[in-house]
């Protein structure tokens, strides 16, 4: 089964598979433009090849509470079991991402 990075319709990046139909939650190897093999965890399968043969599908991707630096400071991400006030500023209140994680925007 080979596979490789794809950017989906709605901008976010998937894996191209060629090979057998992958299964949800199935980690793949993943060979970038550059040769380097990077492992990624199939969520959904969102289009098959009438042949079967080629598979489109969305990546789970690993959520972190890691503090980023930005132009305004401190900006951080946390889950909604956390309080992420102290981690924005004034003008800078924390965001839903649609998945029940936020972030400083």
Known sequence: MGA???KLRSGDWGV???GDKPESGATVN????NGEAKQATIDTVIWSAPDQKVHLCTIQVARTSAVHKGSQGSRGGCHTDGDC??????GNCPCSDGAGWFRCC
Not at 30 to 33: A, G, H, Q
């Open 16 to 18: 191209r598979i060629e």
């Open 85 to 90: 006030s102290s981690l924005c500023s004034p």
């Open 4 to 6: 490789s990075f794809a």
């Open 30 to 33: 993943v060979t970038k433009k």
